[in-house]
């Protein structure tokens, strides 16, 4: 989802604070209606974070790093709210990709205010993207699974719809969030 930044490409991405409330923050977060509980926010990802599959990250560029699976939806066409919903997301999407997300805070513990996470860009801090393009006809991006493994052992699972009940819903509140800076999610560059 590269939108153009300072003449760089960035990712932007959605991420549901569970505990975290509107009124923390309502010019920084949107409130999830979907189960009345925390707030989602918009992290950025510069290209220059990005790491190339095949290759390995030094341990030593980082503070405490961890990994998150996320689904990556490259889009095919220019995608703008308001009133964006999780069909015209979809009919927007080419296809996806799995990704990692490392994530890295400068906060002990990974503690953090919402006003410190937002200053700490959600504590974003890589990404891989890697595997291979899947059409959304030939998977159900709810239902699509994911293991992490660590050394050959299983450490935690997860599922598409643990993204806000759709990942396509992370995609179509970004739409609707950039429109309030007069902003579109474009196509991806061929």
């Known amino acids: 989802m ?9 990712i932007g991405g959605w991420c549901r604070q569970p505990g975290i ?16 509980g925390g707030i989602a926010h918009l992290w950025i990802l510069l290209d220059e974070y990005c790491v190339a599959a ?6 030593s560029q980082l503070i405490h790093p961890r990994v998150e699976p996320e689904i990556a939806l490259v889009t095919r066409r220019e995608l703008q709210g308001p009133g964006c919903t999780i069909a015209s997301a979809l009919a927007a999407v080419d296809f996806a ?12 513990d990974f503690k953090f205010d919402l006003p410190s ?10 990404y891989v993207v890697g ?4 059409r959304l006809q030939d998977i159900d991006l709810r239902t699509l699974g994911v293991v992490v493994e660590r050394n050959g052992a299983a450490v ?33 560059p061929t």
């Open 131 to 134: 595997g291979s393009a899947c």
């Open 54 to 59: 095949d290759s390995e990250l030094p341990a």
């Open 156 to 188: 935690s699972f997860g599922a598409g719809a643990a993204v806000l009940g759709h990942p396509a819903w992370s995609l179509a509140m970004l739409a609707n969030l950039l429109a309030l800076r007069e902003e579109v999610i474009p196509r991806e």
């Open 21 to 36: 409330r509107v009124e923390d923050g309502p010019d920084l977060a949107r409130q999830d209606e979907t189960d009345g």
């Open 2 to 10: 590269p939108t153009k930044c300072s003449g760089r490409c960035a």
């Open 97 to 108: 990709v799995p990704a990692l997300e490392v994530i890295d805070s400068r906060y002990a």
């Open 117 to 126: 996470v937002v200053a700490d860009n959600a504590s974003s801090a890589r």
